[in-house]
């Protein structure tokens, strides 16, 4: 009896293969429901929980902020008090003045001030102190202007209310803040009206007032190391809409437009120069009636990248898996019906080209190099120069404003960029350029030329530009190659080491910071084979490896390095149409000679098909030059066994061996699970290299 008198045609395979396939997709797009909304509702609550935690970064801040200006008003009322209660006597007021300020950080001025005649008979007396530094300075308040007029009234119309309300309303009271242009600052006062000593507290027997003016640097510092956030920063402003505190020095003192109103709420904001989104906080300073406003950078809140792409893709491998499924129903794979098994593998091959295409997608856009801490706006640079003046513990820094401009940009070697273009510093008067002026590419190999262009005096600044021509080493990896994307990053530290120098991006010297608008580029810029998607600025802290021979007390030990960074994409088109483009037409004309099954003919061609493919291949890795493997590699990889393996099948039939399987339907298995095979494997690796990375 022959082998196919003993096989009997199973009526049941087919319905169980259209059950199994149907439960198969029902589970896969169940499951593809679950993972979209898990991954919707994940970027949902993740929004939720940053909202909530700003809420409350916000609430402690108010209320820490609160508690600090309560115990400041608290400590004027006690020294008013001493002076009622005779405890303090007018000859230690200056004592106890200088050691108020010497003992209080948030303490920057005492000004004491008699009514008429209430201080030795003197028509007037009044006393100042300021802290400038270490130092303490007093001055005789009533030899330079008539505190007791109005201001209307006084010398060049000099503030008096400072005077004049407390004793007026008989109250201890917050002033409305000011910007003082002498001083340039905003002066925030408390003032409390003292009397004369064991008197009743009445209009009668009021002596004058004590005034103690706030140091908010303090402040600022608290609410930079309280938020949460790279960029997030917070500032103060006055019921009148001042601007008490910002980490942006020019803001201090100016008078916002639209006052935010008190609310528990929150609205989003798009800031015009960087393109930032902001989640921006209100909350009043119940003790001053001031408003606190908190704006937080959306982008440091929400998913990561790399979770975000994990959940994408494993949604494209559960999306793809239901449709396969599926079209083995909607073909009816299961009555080996030879048109619906052709539908079913162009179907399939299309998915799996599709399901790649989505990887691709979301790899390019979501996946970016590390640079640091991204500087794009004043805000940003100030908060985090605050927080590294904590960190560090030598001499004080001098910020050096440092520009640049790129002029032109190329690659000589796979590790390696070429750079020209302009540099400029912004120095005090005061610093000897010849001596202390100059910056290091610390990462320049090879010959480099940098000469001076010019140099002038800009206002109360000294102007350097110099021109810069250098190769400087990249530490890049095309792995991902043609869908690799990089960060040229080009490090720059000030050239003397001895001093505490920090170079801080001139952010004025630039109409637009947002990254797109590509700041510190020529507009004529080109980079072959790349797509340059912007720039910006960044920082790194580092800790060095030597002194440099210095005593360790006067360097700093952790160097902030500023970076300028060009993000640059792989020009995709190029290498497609220059490799993968080649290698399918190959691939194609070796299924159209397998289509024929003369097997002489399939076996010349899959040889010569190897030699091409081959050749190929090395000329791709001669010129990306990686250390592996790279993923356009992965096109050739799979193509070598299928060859063989295409091959061996049909020299299988032309030699005594019978392989039923092999040979059912003069090959049409082989024909049919072609494309899918190959597409279904490019597939995997695609998922392996940039889904689960």
């Known amino acids: 009896m022959d082998l196919k008198s003993k096989q009997k045609p199973n009526k049941r395979l087919p319905a169980l293969v259209c059950i199994i396939s149907l439960i198969f997709t029902i589970a896969l797009g169940l499951i593809f429901l679950f993972l979209w909304y898990q991954y919707w509702h994940s970027e949902q609550l993740i929004t939720s929980n940053a909202i909530s935690l700003a809420k409350q970064e916000a609430s402690s801040a108010q209320k820490k902020i609160d508690e600090g200006f ?4 608290q400590a004027t009322e006690e020294t008013a008090n001493q002076l009622s209660d005779g405890k303090l006597t007018y000859s230690d007021i200056a ?24 201080y030795e008979n003197r028509p007037l007396y009044a006393l100042f102190f300021e802290k400038e530094g270490t130092e303490i300075k007093q001055k005789q308040l009533d030899t330079i202007y008539d505190y007791t007029l109005p201001t209307t009234e006084s010398k060049n119309k000099t503030n008096t209310d400072w005077y004049r309300v407390p004793l007026e309303k008989n109250s201890s009271m917050w002033l409305e803040p ?39 640097s303090g402040v600022n510092k608290y609410i930079a190391s309280m938020l949460l956030g790279n960029t997030s920063y917070g500032y103060i402003i006055s019921k009148n809409g001042l601007i008490l505190l910002h980490p942006i020095e020019e803001k201090v003192g100016t008078t916002i437009k639209h006052q935010p109103q008190k609310t528990e709420d929150y609205w989003e904001y ?3 120069k960087t393109g930032k989104s902001f989640w921006q906080f209100t909350y009043p300073l119940n003790g001053n009636d001031w408003l606190i406003i908190v704006n937080l950078d959306k982008q440091d809140f929400l998913l990561i990248p790399k979770i975000k792409l994990h959940h994408l893709s494993w949604m494209v491998v559960t999306g793809v898996l239901t449709l396969l499924f599926l079209f083995i129903i909607v073909f009816r794979v299961y009555k080996a019906n030879t048109s619906k098994l052709w539908l079913f593998s162009i179907a399939s091959s299309i998915l799996f080209v599709i399901g790649i295409a989505f990887l691709w997608h979301f790899y390019l856009n979501l996946m970016q190099p590390p640079s640091g801490t991204k500087v794009m706006d004043k805000a940003a640079l100030n908060r985090y120069l605050l927080l590294y003046s904590d960190i560090n513990k030598a001499a004080p820094e001098i910020y050096i404003p440092t520009g640049i401009l790129i002029k032109s940009i190329y690659f000589p070697s796979q590790n390696r960029i070429g750079i020209s273009g302009y540099l400029w510093q912004k120095y005090p008067k005061n610093i000897d350029l010849e001596k202390s002026a100059g910056f290091l590419l610390p990462m320049q190999a090879g010959l480099t030329s940098i000469k001076q262009v010019s140099k002038k005096i800009d206002g109360s600044q000294q102007l350097i530009v110099w021109f810069f021509d ?113 290698l399918f037409l190959v691939v194609f004309m070796f299924f159209a000679v397998v289509m024929s099954e003369k097997v002489a003919h399939i076996v010349s061609f899959a040889g010569a098909m190897l030699i091409v493919i081959a050749v190929a291949h090395v000329a791709l890795r001669d010129k990306i030059a990686v250390q592996g493997l790279s993923y356009l590699e992965s096109f050739y990889i799979v193509i070598y066994p299928m060859i063989v393996a295409v091959s061996m099948n049909f020299l299988l039939k032309s030699s005594s061996s019978k392989i039923h399987f092999l040979q059912l339907r003069t090959h049409l298995i082989t024909k049919l699970l072609f494309w899918p095979i190959i597409l279904a494997t490019y597939f995997i690796i695609a998922l392996l290299m940039f889904g689960f990375i």
């Open 70 to 73: 309560k115990k400041f008003a």
């Open 95 to 118: 004592k106890h003045a200088t050691q108020e300020l010497d003992e209080s950080p948030t303490l920057y001025s005492v000004t004491i001030a008699f009514k008429p005649f209430k």
């Open 178 to 216: 000011y910007y003082g242009k002498a001083a340039q600052r905003v002066t925030v006062d408390y003032v409390a009206p003292f009397y004369l000593p064991n008197q009743p507290h009445t209009f009668e027997n009021q002596a004058g007032v004590i005034v103690y003016s706030a140091n908010l």
């Open 270 to 272: 798009i800031d015009q």
């Open 470 to 582: 250098t190769n400087l080493r990249q530490a890049m990896n095309p792995f991902a190659y043609p869908l690799d994307s990089e960060t040229l990053s080009i490090p720059l530290i000030h050239a003397n080491v001895a001093q505490n120098f920090i170079l801080v991006p001139d952010l004025d010297a630039y109409e637009a910071l947002h990254s797109d608008n590509r700041p510190g580029l020529d507009k004529g810029i080109f980079l072959e084979d790349w797509v340059i998607g912007g720039s910006f600025f960044s920082y790194v802290l580092g800790t060095p490896n030597s002194y440099f021979g210095l005593n360790r007390s006067e360097i700093s030990t952790k160097i902030p390095e500023l970076r300028f960074n060009i993000s640059i994409k792989r020009n995709i088109l190029n290498p497609i149409f220059s490799y993968l483009v080649p």
